[in-house]
C-alpha cells in the first residue's frame, strides 16, 4: 500500500518528470553517438583526440553524478512518505483506498465505518437477545426474581381440571385445589419493594423465550390433554360454548409466542384497497398493561402468566400490592381505589408507563385482569396496520380496539376488549394528560375507555375500524360463547353502540385472527381457551 501511495505523492511525479526532461534532452543531443554537446561542454569538431577522450570522460561522470543524484533523492523521497504515512491512507483517500472527493469528507466516511456497527433503531433484527442462558450472575443481581415459580406438589392421581373450574370467579381462590395452580397459598408474602422500584417487565417474555424457569422446570408448564376436552364454564361435561366458536371461527394463534417475526397480509381490512402479497416481517414491540387487585394475583394473574402473557415483549400488572415475582406494582393515584374511580387508576398506569417503557416498545395494550389475550395475532394486526398505511407507530397516531358509538359522536374503544396505543399516541397523550378541560384529569369515573377517547378525539386521534376484510371484528367485549349465540335485541346497549356498521352473527362475528376476548373470570378457562388454539389439534372430545 505505502509504494502505491508513495508513487502518488507530488513531490516524486516532479522529480519523474524532471528525469524524463532530461533523458529527452541526451536522446535529442545524441550524447553517444558524439552529437551535439551538453552540460555547458559544446562539441568542437576541430579537436584532438585527447580532447575528445577528455569530454567523453567529463560526460560519464557528469551522467553518473547525475544519475547518483536522480536515485538518491527518490529513495529518500519514498522514505520520508512512507514514514509521514505510517498507517493513515493519504489525505484523498479512505481506509479502503477510494479517492475522496475532498480530505475533508475523510472524517465523516470514517466515522461511519466506525458507528456501523452501533446499536440501530428498532427493525426486528437489531434487537434480537440471546436466550440460551438468561438466569445469569449479572441478571440475577439486577432482577432477584427472574425465573421465579411457586413451587406445586404433583396432583394426586384423583385430581380433575374439572374441579377448577366450579369456584365462583369472585372467590380469592384459598379453597382452590393445589393441581388448579391458583392457591395463593403457593405463594407466600409478597416481598417488599422499594418505593422506586422499578418492574422488570421483560421478565416473562424472558422466562418463555428460554422454555424454563430458574429451577430448570418447563415455562411455560405445559397444559393436560384433560384441558382439550369440553368443558363448561362450571366444569361440566355438557356444552362447550367457547370450543365451539374458537372451532367454527378457526380461530387459531398466527404464529407461536416466541416468534420475533409476523407474516401479515395488508390487504386484510375493512377498508383495504386492492390485493397485496403476505410478506413476513420484524415482530413490533409490544407492551401489556393489566388492571388488577391483590386477591387476584395467584389465579388471575398468574394465569396470564403461565398461558399468553409472555408472548408480550413487556408484562405488567397494576394492582393493590406490588409483587416483584409476577410482577405487579401498585401505584398511587388519586381519590379511592374502587372502580368508580377507574380513570384515576389508569391515568397513574398511563404516566408511569411513559416515565419508565416508553422508547422500548411501538405499542402498548391495556385491559383488565378477565381479559383472555392472543399477543402474536395482535402483534400481527398492527404490523399489518402500519403496512398497510405506510407509517411507523413511533411517529404515527393509532388508536386500536373495539370501536363503539354510544350516540352522535361519542366514539370510544371498549375498555373490556383491551386497546392499544402506538408509540406516538401515548407520548401525545401524556403531553396533556393534566388537561382538567378536554381530558377530564380530576374527574373520577368508572368510564376510562370514554375519557381517554374524548381525550385523544379532543387532540385529533380518532379510532382505527379494525374489522378484517370481511367485516368480522378482532377484539371481543364477550366470552367467545356469547358472540356465537349472540341474538338481535335493538333494546340492548351493545346493538346500539354497534348500530352504524352493525353486528355479524354465529361464527362470522369472529375473524380467525381475533385478538381479545371479555370477560373470561376463570384462571381455569385461561388455560382451557389457551390449550384449545396452541395444544388441542386433534383433540376433541
Not at 488 to 496: A, N
Amino acid at each position: 500500500m505505502h509504494r502505491r501511495a508513495a508513487a502518488s505523492t507530488p513531490t516524486t511525479s516532479k522529480v519523474a518528470a524532471s528525469r524524463e526532461r532530461r533523458a529527452a534532452r541526451l536522446r535529442n543531443n545524441n550524447l553517444i553517438n558524439g552529437g551535439a554537446g551538453s552540460i555547458g561542454v559544446p562539441f568542437n569538431g576541430h579537436a584532438n583526440k585527447r580532447d575528445d577522450t577528455d569530454v567523453r570522460k567529463k560526460l560519464l561522470i557528469a551522467a553518473g553524478t547525475l544519475t547518483v543524484g536522480i536515485l538518491g533523492g527518490l529513495w529518500i523521497a519514498a522514505i520520508y512518505h512512507v514514514t509521514a504515512t505510517s498507517d493513515e491512507p493519504p489525505a484523498n483517500q479512505n481506509l479502503d483506498g477510494e479517492l475522496l472527493l475532498n480530505p475533508t469528507m475523510n472524517t465523516l466516511r470514517r466515522t461511519r465505518r466506525k458507528g456501523s456497527n452501533a446499536k440501530k433503531s428498532y427493525d426486528g433484527s437489531s434487537n434480537v437477545k440471546d436466550y440460551s442462558n438468561i438466569y445469569t450472575k449479572e441478571a440475577l443481581q439486577q432482577n432477584p426474581y427472574l425465573g421465579w415459580q411457586p413451587t406445586i406438589p404433583a396432583p394426586d392421581a384423583s385430581f380433575s381440571w374439572r374441579s377448577c373450574f366450579k369456584a365462583k370467579p369472585t372467590e380469592d381462590a384459598t379453597h382452590q385445589p393445589l393441581g388448579c395452580r391458583e392457591n395463593p397459598s403457593t405463594f407466600g408474602a409478597a416481598p417488599q419493594v422499594d418505593e422506586n422500584w422499578i418492574p422488570d417487565v421483560t421478565m416473562v417474555r424472558s422466562m418463555l423465550m428460554h422454555g424454563k424457569d430458574i429451577n430448570g422446570n418447563e415455562f411455560p408448564p405445559p397444559l393436560d390433554k384433560e384441558l382439550c376436552e369440553n368443558i363448561d364454564v362450571q366444569g361440566g361435561k355438557g356444552g362447550d360454548s367457547n370450543k365451539e366458536l374458537l372451532q367454527k371461527a378457526m380461530i387459531r394463534p398466527t404464529g407461536p409466542l416466541n416468534s420475533t417475526t409476523v407474516t401479515i397480509h395488508p390487504s386484510n381490512h375493512y377498508d383495504a384497497n386492492g390485493s397485496l402479497d403476505a410478506i413476513t416481517v420484524p415482530a413490533p414491540r409490544l407492551m401489556c398493561l393489566v388492571y388488577t387487585m391483590a386477591d387476584a394475583h395467584s389465579n388471575r394473574i398468574q394465569g396470564m402468566r403461565e398461558t399468553w402473557a409472555g408472548g408480550c415483549d413487556g408484562f405488567l400488572a397494576f394492582s393493590t400490592e406490588s409483587d416483584p415475582r409476577l410482577p405487579t406494582i401498585s401505584l398511587p393515584h388519586d381519590g379511592p381505589e374502587a372502580y368508580t374511580n377507574m380513570w384515576q387508576k389508569v391515568r397513574s398506569i398511563w404516566k408511569f408507563v411513559g416515565e419508565n417503557y416508553l422508547d422500548d416498545h411501538d405499542w402498548f395494550f391495556i385491559g383488565g385482569d378477565d381479559l383472555f389475550v392472543m399477543p402474536h395475532n395482535l402483534k400481527t394486526y398492527l404490523a399489518s396496520l402500519t403496512a398497510k398505511d405506510g407509517t411507523d407507530p413511533t411517529t404515527k397516531e393509532y388508536f386500536v380496539g373495539r370501536r363503539f358509538n354510544a350516540g352522535g359522536k361519542n366514539y370510544f374503544n371498549s375498555g373490556g376488549a383491551g386497546y392499544a396505543l402506538s408509540q406516538a399516541t401515548l407520548r401525545k397523550f401524556l403531553a396533556n394528560i393534566d388537561d382538567a378541560v378536554h381530558c377530564s384529569a380530576r374527574k373520577q369515573t368508572s368510564t376510562e375507555d370514554v375519557q381517554i377517547a374524548n381525550c385523544l378525539s379532543y387532540l385529533g386521534i380518532s379510532f382505527t375500524d379494525t374489522r378484517d376484510a370481511n367485516g368480522r371484528e378482532r377484539f371481543h367485549p364477550f366470552a367467545p360463547g356469547t358472540h356465537l349465540y349472540w341474538k338481535h335485541d335493538e333494546s340492548d346497549w351493545y346493538e346500539q353502540y354497534n348500530k352504524e356498521w352493525g353486528i355479524l352473527l354465529g361464527k362470522d362475528c369472529c375473524a380467525p385472527d381475533s385478538v381479545s376476548f371479555h370477560y373470561v373470570k376463570k384462571a381455569s378457562m385461561v388455560r382451557h381457551m389457551h390449550a384449545l388454539i396452541t395444544s388441542c389439534d386433534g383433540e376433541d372430545s
